[in-house]
């Protein structure tokens, strides 16, 4: 079974930055695709980020070029980056992972996930 845990949400000030963290149970060098979602009230869970085991990314386009997502398969980790935040960017951040190395939207094509972690951006 596979384990995500989150870490590094918190409340900041609109411009500021984040960095969240993923820590994985097993090698992510097993896992093909990571990801972040979010979920605000009352919405859908959303696909933020993900990245394959070889390299390549996806961004929304609402945080293409202030968020960045990386992976350390030595440390089994992934993060996520976030510069300049909104406060349309509050939400619940969740990491997730998928064993195949394609990236889908999807949140149902997911089947690993974090217990997620709140991110706050007041105005």
């Known amino acids: ?5 989150e870490s590094g949400g918190g409340l900041v000030q609109a411009g500021g ?3 969240l963290s993923c820590a994985a149970s097993i090698s992510i060098s097993s896992l093909g695709t990571m990801g ?4 605000a009230p009352g919405k859908q869970r959303e696909l933020v980020a ?3 085991s070889g390299g ?8 293409r070029g202030r968020f960045t997502i990386s992976r350390d398969t030595a440390e089994n980790m992934v993060y996520l980056q ?16 998928r064993r195949t190395d394609i990236i889908m939207v999807d949140s149902t ?13 007041s105005s």
Do not use: I, K
């Not at 972040?36 to 979920?39: E, G, P, R």
């Not at 976030?82 to 992972?97: F, G, R, S």
């Open 1 to 5: 079974q596979v384990q995500l845990v």
């Open 17 to 19: 930055s984040l960095r």
């Open 36 to 39: 972040w979602y979010h979920q």
């Open 50 to 52: 993900a990245v394959t």
């Open 56 to 63: 390549g990314t996806h961004y929304a386009d609402s945080v």
């Open 82 to 97: 976030m510069n300049n935040l909104q406060p349309e960017d509050t939400a619940v951040y969740y990491c997730a992972a």
């Open 109 to 121: 094509l997911w089947p690993y996930w974090g217990q997620g972690t709140q991110v706050t951006v």
